[in-house]
T-cell receptor, first 113, second 114 residues
C-alpha cells in the first residue's frame, strides 16, 4: 500500500529565509505527487503537482518541488518565505488508475518576523 | 462563484442525532469525494463518486451514507452521531477517474458532537 511521510510536524522559519519541507513516499510504481496548502479555516489548495517529465516542478506562490526517484522524495522549497505562507502543508501521492490519494500528516509552518 | 461549496460550515449536535452535510461543485467535474480530517490534521478519504456512481468506499461505519443526486452534488448523511465523529469534513472534486487530476476542496464543515 502506498504511504506518505512528512517527517517534520512543525517548522519555524524567519520571514525572508529559505524553506524546505520534506516528503517521502513509499510505492513501487511511479507515483503522482502533489503538494497542498491549508490556511486556517480553509480547504486545501493545490500548490503544484508532478506526473512525469521534468523532475523540478514550479507551482503557485513561488513554490517549487523536486522529484527524486532514488530517494523516494518530493520536497517542497521556496527561496524566501513571506508571513502569508504560514499554513499547514500536505504532501499527497497517487498513481494512475487510482482515485485514492494518500495524504501525509502535514507540516505546520510558522513564520517569525 | 465558489468552485466547491459545502454547507453548513459549522455543525454542533448531540450524540445520537442524524445530520447531513451538503456539497456542490460548479467546475463541471465528474468525480466528487468526502474526506475526513481529524484533530491531528490527518486527512483520510471516505467516499468517492464518479458520475453519480460510488467508486471508493473506505472502511467507514455504515452510519455514514453518501448520496449523489447528480454529478455536481454529493451529500453526506450521518446517522446516530457519536463523539468520535467530531472532525472537519471536506468535500472535493476532480476532473475524472483514473487520471489523478488535482482535487479542488471546499472549505470544510466542522462537526462537533457533544
Amino acid at each position: 500500500a502506498q504511504s506518505v511521510t512528512q517527517p517534520d510536524i512543525h517548522i519555524t522559519v524567519s520571514e525572508g529565509a529559505s524553506l524546505e519541507l520534506r516528503c517521502n513516499y513509499s510505492y513501487g510504481a511511479t507515483p503522482y505527487l502533489f503538494w497542498y496548502v491549508q490556511s486556517p479555516g480553509q480547504g486545501l489548495q493545490l500548490l503544484l503537482k508532478y506526473f512525469s517529465g521534468d523532475t523540478l516542478v514550479q507551482g503557485i506562490k513561488g513554490f517549487e518541488a523536486e522529484f527524486k526517484r532514488s530517494q523516494s522524495s518530493f520536497n517542497l522549497r521556496k527561496p524566501s518565505v513571506h508571513w502569508s505562507d504560514a499554513a499547514e502543508y500536505f504532501c499527497a501521492v497517487g498513481f494512475f488508475g487510482n482515485e485514492k490519494l494518500t495524504f501525509g500528516t502535514g507540516t505546520r509552518l510558522t513564520i517569525i518576523p | 462563484d465558489t468552485a466547491v461549496s459545502q454547507t453548513p460550515k459549522y455543525l454542533v449536535t448531540q450524540m445520537g442525532n442524524d445530520k447531513s452535510i451538503k456539497c456542490e461543485q460548479n467546475l463541471g467535474h465528474d468525480t466528487m469525494y468526502w474526506y475526513k480530517q481529524d484533530s491531528k490534521k490527518f486527512l483520510k478519504i471516505m467516499f468517492s463518486y464518479n458520475n453519480k456512481e460510488l467508486i471508493i468506499n473506505e472502511t467507514v461505519p455504515n452510519r455514514f451514507s453518501p448520496k449523489s443526486p447528480d454529478k455536481a452534488h454529493l451529500n453526506l448523511h450521518i446517522n446516530s452521531l457519536e463523539l468520535g465523529d467530531s472532525a472537519v469534513y471536506f468535500c472535493a472534486s476532480s476532473l475524472g477517474a483514473g487520471n489523478n487530476s488535482p482535487l479542488h476542496f471546499g472549505n470544510g464543515t466542522r462537526l462537533t458532537v457533544t
